[in-house]
C-alpha cells in the first residue's frame, strides 16, 4: 500500500498563493504517477494536475494551466502544487493521488491510494 499524507491548505485573498505537499510512504517504487485533484462543495471531484515519477512529463487542467505548477522530489518522495494567482472558484478540498498503471492520467477512478485532502479556501 501507498500512504499519502497532504499539508499547505489554509485561507488566502483572490490573487495570492499558497504551496501544497503531498508526502507518500509505503509501497512508494509502485507509483507511476502523482496527481492533485479537488472537490468544490455540491460538485465532483475534478482533475486538477498531475506528474509522472520517473520523468519530467506534467498535465493540467485548462482551468489552472499557466497558474498552478506540479513538482516532485522523489529523494523525498513528495510532490508539490504550487497555486498562484488564485481565484474564488478555485476554493475546495485538495487531494493528492498515486497511481500504477499507465494510462489516462485525468480519470479519478484509476487512481488506487488517496490522501485525507486539505482544505483551501480563496477570498474574494
Known amino acids: 500500500q501507498v500512504q499519502l499524507v497532504e499539508s499547505g491548505g489554509g485561507l488566502v485573498q483572490a490573487g495570492g498563493s499558497l504551496r501544497l505537499s503531498c508526502v507518500a510512504s509505503?509501497?512508494?517504487?509502485?507509483?507511476?504517477?502523482m496527481g492533485w485533484f479537488r472537490q468544490a462543495p455540491g460538485k465532483e471531484r475534478e482533475f486538477v494536475a498531475a506528474?509522472?515519477?520517473?520523468?519530467?512529463?506534467?498535465y493540467y487542467a485548462d482551468s489552472v494551466k499557466g497558474r498552478f505548477t506540479i513538482s516532485r522530489d522523489n529523494a523525498k518522495n513528495t510532490v508539490y502544487l504550487q497555486m498562484n494567482s488564485l481565484k474564488p472558484e478555485d476554493t475546495a478540498i485538495y487531494y493528492c493521488?498515486?497511481?500504477?498503471?499507465?494510462?489516462?492520467?485525468?480519470?479519478?477512478?484509476?487512481?488506487?491510494?488517496w490522501g485525507q485532502g486539505t482544505q483551501v479556501t480563496v477570498s474574494s
Open positions: 506528474i509522472s515519477w520517473s520523468d519530467t512529463t506534467t
Open positions: 509505503g509501497r512508494t517504487f509502485s507509483i507511476i504517477v
Open positions: 493521488a498515486s497511481l500504477r498503471t499507465s494510462g489516462l492520467v485525468t480519470a479519478r477512478n484509476r487512481y488506487d491510494y
